[in-house]
């Protein structure tokens, strides 16, 4: 069978189902191609259940510090992770349901599910159907990488995405990689009640972060039991279901974790090599993420990529911010581009870290005249009061010009609490507008304007 569209959409992460509803709204015949469930990574298996999980892990961590606070818990607190996953599986399908709903409505586009293989530049084929359209739009996004560690093939492991299968609580989880998903995952699973290692590469933690806010990162997970193995060299797996060994066979000395379960939390990879990519001429770089321009064009014409599978971004708000772009340069004549993006993220441990631009040895290897002003949450009100005070807040500035160059926030609030210094950068506004601006008290981001009147010089470590 052969069916013609004017524009294909291929997976329908956090890009695709937005640009086909503007597709559609333009008159096109648009068809959206998904090969397993409908929201893609955020939806299913990362962002969503993740937080959820996350919120349940904050009140398991506070209801054991309700004496702090003058409340009387009632005794042990307790984690019935069945009601954990019951809960997050609900939030996170009823978001699933909603963008099927959404699609489903929207008019001219059609949800064809399989999964989707190139022909020819426009062409696609889906199990016996063949596609063709003059427009198609990527946004097949990536998956966890497995490293060929040896053992990986005879040692049970865990995913990202097996982690929402488990049933059991872990006794012991083993986690091998201490960036986002492994920070996330080992800090909610020790407040569940679970024994927490985390095995990680890098000699430090959280490598392009300054050290200030690795050091402080460490200190607050270990603070709560978590076990780090830094510098982990040359790992091999070995054991059996329920008794796991991760080894670090160059680590100085050569150290062995042995747990109950192991979680591969070492980066992803896009989904491109089962796409037909060479059938249509797309370029992919040497990790396999398709080339694109500033507009998320790739080389060939016709054909855009957008989110993860890019390279561009690796998070929920760069893909849908590919979707702004594509949408902007083909429908409203507006000039978008990725290199006007402000690199932001979070990692959200408890407290979160949150940050905008650069660090401030990034700025200093670029050349700025570097101003930085620090200040601890323990000096922030609202953190005393709440008695949430680890973390620290710093803003990097360049001296020459006024702007702001960067900031991190490790503290209580600091995801949202840094969106006010993410609006200026993008303003191209002088740091004095925040030092001017009345912040409602008592806030986190009552503070900001404190922390930037008290800016010294950076020195090169
Ligand atoms: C555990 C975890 C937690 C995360 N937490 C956060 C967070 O808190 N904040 C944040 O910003 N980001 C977070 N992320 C990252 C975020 O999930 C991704 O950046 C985001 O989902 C990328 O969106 P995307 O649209 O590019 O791709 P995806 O969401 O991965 O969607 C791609 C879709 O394409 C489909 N597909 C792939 N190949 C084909 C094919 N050939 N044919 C048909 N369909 C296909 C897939 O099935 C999928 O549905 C997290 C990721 C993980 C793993
Ligand atoms: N809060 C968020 O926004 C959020 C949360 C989760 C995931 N994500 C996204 O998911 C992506 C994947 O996250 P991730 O944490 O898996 O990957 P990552 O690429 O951020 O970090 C991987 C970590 O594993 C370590 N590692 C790699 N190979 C190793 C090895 N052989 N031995 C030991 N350690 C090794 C690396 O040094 C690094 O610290 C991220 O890029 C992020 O964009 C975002």
Request: charged share 25%; glycine share 12%; aromatic share 6%.
């Amino acid at each position: 069978m052969s069916q013609r569209f004017d524009a294909v959409v291929v997976g329908a992460g956090q890009a695709g189902p937005s640009l086909a509803a503007r597709l559609g709204e333009s008159g096109r015949k648009v068809a959206v191609i998904e090969r397993k469930f409908v929201g893609g990574t955020c939806v299913n298996t990362g962002c969503i259940p993740t937080k959820a999980m996350v919120a349940s892990a904050y009140v398991a961590h506070m209801s054991r510090r309700a004496s702090d606070y003058g409340v009387d818990s009632g005794g042990d607190t307790k984690v019935d992770i069945d009601r954990v996953w019951k809960r997050t599986r609900g939030i996170s399908e009823r978001s699933r349901n909603n963008v099927e709903k959404w699609l489903a409505g929207m008019p001219n586009v059609s949800l064809i599910r399989g999964h989707a293989t190139f022909e020819s530049p426009n062409t696609l084929r889906v199990g016996d159907m063949q596609i063709e359209a003059g427009e198609i739009f990527l946004n097949v996004g990536g998956r966890a990488t497995t490293p060929d560690f040896p053992g990986i093939d005879t040692v049970p492991y865990l995913t990202n995405v097996g982690m929402m299968d488990l049933r059991d609580m872990p006794r012991h989880l083993v986690i091998v990689g201490g960036s986002y998903i492994g920070l996330e995952f080992g800090q909610m699973f020790r407040r569940f009640g679970a024994q927490v290692s985390i095995v990680e590469r890098s000699e430090r933690l959280l490598p392009r972060e300054d050290p200030e806010v690795s050091a402080a990162v460490v200190d607050i997970l270990q603070g709560e039991g978590i076990a780090f193995h830094l510098g982990a060299e040359c790992i091999e797996l070995n054991g059996t279901a329920g008794d796991v060994g991760v080894l670090a066979r160059c680590a100085q000395p050569r150290m062995e974790v042995r747990g109950t379960h192991v979680l591969i939390a070492a980066g992803r990879r896009p989904n491109t090599d089962t796409l037909g990519l060479e059938k249509a001429g797309v370029a992919t770089d040497k990790h396999g993420y398709i080339v694109v321009d500033d507009q998320c064009r790739t080389n060939v014409e016709g054909i855009w990529a957008m989110g993860d599978c890019n390279g561009k971004g690796a998070f929920t708000h760069t893909s849908y911010n590919d979707y702004e772009i594509v949408a902007a340069n083909l429908l409203d004549s507006e000039p978008r581009r990725i290199s006007d993006r402000i690199e932001a993220y979070a990692l959200f441990i408890d407290p979160p870290l949150a940050r905008v631009g650069l660090t401030e040895q990034g700025a200093l290897q670029k050349g700025y005249n570097v101003r930085v002003g620090v200040r601890p949450m323990a000096r922030v009100g609202r953190a005393i009061e709440r008695g949430e005070t680890h973390g620290f807040m710093k803003v990097i500035v360049d001296g020459d010009t006024g702007k702001l160059l960067g900031a991190a926030i490790l503290g209580i609030n600091g995801d949202e609490a840094i969106h006010s210094l993410l609006d200026v950068m993008y303003a191209k506004a002088p740091y004095s507008t925040v030092t001017h601006a009345v912040h409602i008290h008592p806030t986190i981001a009552e503070l900001l304007p404190t922390t930037l009147q008290d800016l010294k010089v950076a020195v090169t470590s």
